[in-house]
């Protein structure tokens, strides 16, 4: 199996959405994601649509799918902060950064490395625009994504809240040491 990563175009909106779904579905949901299924299906075609076309172009926002033969089987998004912004959280941006959210595998595809492509992806779009690093929030009790995110490199910053869904902590990961060469393409 050959998982490429890649981001998404406007015109797959429909495709963006039913994957969000997807995610908010999973049973893990109310400690990874701030929305519930629910709250996303309520959403009008105009939201999706212009959720994939923000996440498809420019610097502010970027979704990746990573895909087997055409079939989405994850995604991850990066959200880029300035200094003087408040972030998903309600928290001050101090200096500028790119927060990973949004992170989902099919159950059939995890613990495969696709959590690697998808990461290398948004790493590498991330280095492009001049970020030194990319962070993330996960939810203190969600040892896989923990895991999964240790692999791909990311350490704890030492930073711990409280958001909607419970007690989170922050991990970074610097983008100094990404090797860009393959950092898409994952095969099993």
């Given at each position: 199996?050959?998982?490429?990563?890649?981001?998404?175009?406007?015109?797959?909106?429909?495709?963006?959405?039913?994957?969000?779904?997807?995610?908010?579905?999973?049973?893990?949901?109310?400690?990874?994601?701030?929305?519930?299924?629910?709250?996303?299906a309520a959403h009008?075609d105009?939201?999706?649509?212009?959720?994939?076309?923000?996440?498809?172009?420019?610097?502010a926002?970027?979704?990746?799918?990573?895909?087997?033969?055409?079939?989405w089987?994850?995604?991850?998004?990066?959200?880029?902060?300035?200094?003087?912004?408040?972030?998903?959280?309600?928290?001050?941006?101090?200096?500028?950064?790119?927060?990973?959210?949004?992170?989902?595998?099919?159950?059939?595809?995890?613990?495969?490395?696709?959590?690697?492509?998808?990461?290398?992806?948004?790493?590498?779009?991330?280095?492009?625009?001049?970020?030194?690093?990319?962070t993330?929030?996960?939810?203190a009790e969600?040892?896989?994504?923990?895991?999964?995110?240790?692999?791909?490199?990311?350490?704890?910053?030492?930073?711990?809240?409280?958001?909607s869904?419970?007690?989170?902590?922050?991990?970074?990961?610097?983008?100094?040491?990404?090797?860009?060469?393959?950092?898409d393409?994952?095969?099993?």
């Amino acid at each position: 199996m050959t998982v490429a990563a890649r981001r998404v175009r406007a015109d797959e909106w429909e495709r963006v959405r039913d994957l969000r779904l997807d995610a908010v579905r999973d049973p893990l949901a109310p400690i990874a994601f701030l929305h519930s299924y629910e709250e996303e299906a309520a959403h009008p075609d105009g939201f999706w649509q212009d959720r994939a076309a923000n996440a498809a172009s420019g610097d502010a926002v970027a979704q990746f799918v990573a895909e087997v033969d055409g079939e989405w089987i994850g995604t991850v998004t990066v959200i880029r902060w300035n200094a003087g912004e408040t972030d998903h959280h309600g928290r001050d941006v101090s200096t500028p950064r790119g927060d990973v959210v949004g992170v989902f595998l099919r159950p059939e595809h995890r613990g495969r490395g696709v959590v690697d492509a998808l990461i290398g992806a948004a790493a590498e779009w991330a280095r492009s625009l001049g970020d030194e690093s990319l962070t993330l929030d996960v939810h203190a009790e969600n040892a896989r994504a923990q895991a999964a995110y240790r692999r791909a490199g990311f350490v704890e910053t030492g930073t711990r809240f409280s958001a909607s869904i419970g007690p989170e902590l922050e991990m970074s990961r610097p983008l100094s040491d990404v090797d860009l060469t393959d950092a898409d393409k994952v095969s099993s």
